[in-house]
């Protein structure tokens, strides 16, 4: 089989994220493309997967770590993928790992809660990790438990393991080319597969190459339903703590967006008073 080049045109007229989608991402720290990826690849998916994939060194660009023409590559280039994927991280985005998670037929056990590599503690930036699911996947199965809105509270890797169950938890049920982009610290685990039939899971954390500022189609930015997404709150929130959400999630839009006056019911604006001299 034959991939065409893709002229540079085409590849920069990928669809983007809009204002609206990004502001989801941002509150629940993931985002899901049901069925994206074309039922062929799919197919070709499941016995690339069996096989394993080779590791790439860190930092590796994407066609490096990819050749055109690649599996991974034609994923990484199906238009709905392409698209989100370049307005979370932007162009020319750097590979940190790739891996294959497998669950066995009734092997009896599930990954503990755990958010990756939480020695991060940037807040004007983010990893993204692409989780691409080539089967349908039942509630059986085992789908990746994840709990929404968990991303920006700073804990270190499998802190939460000890979580067995938060209301408003989220167990992935889904169909054949879903693909799912997560914030690196989205509390998240594989569950245990109770089916007859091995579950695949794909992984690809990307790094950022360039500043994560404005990367999306922001001309719905002034939209009330931006404001809407920032200000979700989820069933496992403290009355109190679950405040600080909040403002973690302003301090991240004010950076991704370059609006140093964006706020949410001034949680941010109050805090920042710094009067440089004293009132007369």
Same mark, same amino acid.
């Given at each position: 089989m034959t991939h065409p080049e893709r002229s540079p045109e085409d590849l920069e007229h990928r669809p983007l994220l809009d204002s609206v989608r990004m502001a989801r991402f941002v509150a629940h720290g993931s985002l899901r493309l049901?069925? $994206? @990826?074309?039922?062929?690849?799919?197919? /070709?998916?499941?016995?690339?997967?069996?096989? +394993?994939?080779?590791?790439?060194?860190?930092g590796s660009a994407v066609a490096d770590a990819y050749p055109e023409g690649s599996f991974v590559r034609r994923l990484l280039d199906v238009p709905a993928v392409a698209g989100?994927?370049?307005?979370?991280?932007?162009?020319?985005?750097?590979?940190?790992?790739? $891996? @294959?998670?497998?669950?066995?037929?009734? /092997?009896?056990?599930?990954?503990?809660?755990? +958010?990756?590599?939480?020695?991060d503690v940037r807040t004007d930036a983010f990893d993204v990790q692409l989780m691409y699911y080539p089967q349908d996947v039942t509630l059986d199965m085992g789908g990746t438990l994840s709990v929404p809105g968990s991303h920006l509270r700073r804990t270190n890797e499998s802190?939460?393991?000890?979580?067995?169950?938060?209301l408003g938890q989220s167990r992935l049920v889904c169909p054949a080319g879903t693909v799912v982009f997560l914030h690196h610290g989205l509390w998240h685990g594989g569950r245990r597969n109770d089916s007859d039939g091995i579950r695949y899971m794909f992984k690809i954390r990307f790094n950022p190459a360039v500043r994560q500022r404005r990367l999306w189609d922001t001309s719905d930015l002034a939209d009330p339903r931006v404001a809407a997404e920032?200000?979700?709150?989820?069933?496992?929130?403290?009355?109190?703590?679950?405040?600080?959400?909040?403002?973690?999630?302003v301090l991240l839009w004010?950076?991704?967006?370059?609006?140093?006056?964006?706020?949410?019911?001034?949680?941010?604006?109050?805090?920042?008073?710094?009067?440089?001299?004293?009132?007369?």
């Amino acid at each position: 089989m034959t991939h065409p080049e893709r002229s540079p045109e085409d590849l920069e007229h990928r669809p983007l994220l809009d204002s609206v989608r990004m502001a989801r991402f941002v509150a629940h720290g993931s985002l899901r493309l049901d069925a $994206a @990826v074309p039922a062929g690849l799919n197919a /070709e998916a499941i016995g690339f997967l069996a096989r +394993g994939v080779p590791d790439v060194p860190y930092g590796s660009a994407v066609a490096d770590a990819y050749p055109e023409g690649s599996f991974v590559r034609r994923l990484l280039d199906v238009p709905a993928v392409a698209g989100v994927l370049r307005g979370l991280v932007g162009p020319g985005p750097l590979v940190d790992h790739h $891996a @294959v998670h497998v669950r066995e037929p009734h /092997e009896g056990s599930a990954q503990p809660l755990h +958010g990756d590599a939480i020695i991060d503690v940037r807040t004007d930036a983010f990893d993204v990790q692409l989780m691409y699911y080539p089967q349908d996947v039942t509630l059986d199965m085992g789908g990746t438990l994840s709990v929404p809105g968990s991303h920006l509270r700073r804990t270190n890797e499998s802190d939460t393991g000890r979580y067995q169950n938060l209301l408003g938890q989220s167990r992935l049920v889904c169909p054949a080319g879903t693909v799912v982009f997560l914030h690196h610290g989205l509390w998240h685990g594989g569950r245990r597969n109770d089916s007859d039939g091995i579950r695949y899971m794909f992984k690809i954390r990307f790094n950022p190459a360039v500043r994560q500022r404005r990367l999306w189609d922001t001309s719905d930015l002034a939209d009330p339903r931006v404001a809407a997404e920032l200000s979700t709150t989820f069933p496992w929130y403290e009355p109190a703590t679950g405040r600080l959400e909040l403002y973690n999630r302003v301090l991240l839009w004010r950076s991704l967006t370059g609006d140093a006056s964006f706020d949410l019911e001034h949680w941010v604006t109050r805090v920042s008073n710094r009067p440089e001299e004293d009132a007369v």
